[in-house]
């Protein structure tokens, strides 16, 4: 046997030396036991919780259906989520605009709690203030989401790139898989 017949495998998520195997064959995806292990328990707990980050665009609307849709799909539940901005002044007409907003982000959960139930869903929901991307993963990593549902902004690039996307903040801050439908 010649040692040019074999050829060396490593995990092909975490690296690890696996073993040698004839040049011939052909393995698709190698894992270690250990990455095997983490791979079996991550398919048996599946998607069991999804968050819906909610404001009052059709873009929202648009990632609750598809919410729905993998929720009925999956068994999962849906939570609803609306994150009110607050800017840190404390004048009377912040207290009053503060005010107006939490009551705009009750008729946003209101109308996506009566869209759901037009669909014969059952969402959960919740309304925190502060600055919305940053609470949104606050909120889907203390709950335990595994997916986070949410409308693109739609800005355009010249706006996305002076204010920044809520969007994009999440995708790239989080670890949970995020959906955002077009």
């Known amino acids: 046997m010649n040692i040019y017949d074999k050829r060396q495998i490593k995990c092909s998520i975490c690296g690890k030396f696996i073993g040698e195997i004839d040049v011939d ?9 250990i990455c095997k292990k983490r791979e079996k328990n991550t398919i048996k707990k599946g998607i069991s919780k999804i968050l819906v980050p909610i404001d009052e ?11 729905i849709y993998f929720g009925k799909h999956l068994g999962a539940s849906i939570t609803l989520l609306n994150v009110i901005p607050v800017a840190y ?11 107006e907003m939490t009551h705009e982000g009750a008729k946003n959960i209101e109308k996506a709690k009566a869209y759901c139930q037009k669909k014969n869903t059952l969402p959960k929901y919740k309304i925190v203030r502060g600055d919305e991307p940053v609470e949104i993963v606050k909120f889907a990593k203390k709950h335990d989401f595994d997916l986070i549902v949410m409308g693109s902004s739609g800005k355009g690039v010249l706006k996305e790139i002076a204010f920044g996307s809520v969007s994009n903040y999440v995708m790239n801050n989080t ?3 995020v959906v955002t439908p077009s």
């Open 25 to 33: 064959a052909k393995i698709i995806f190698p894992l270690c036991k």
């Open 57 to 67: 665009t059709k873009k929202s609307i648009k990632a609750l259906d598809a919410a």
């Open 89 to 99: 002044m404390t004048t009377m007409s912040f207290q009053k605009m503060l005010k």
């Open 175 to 177: 670890k949970i898989p």
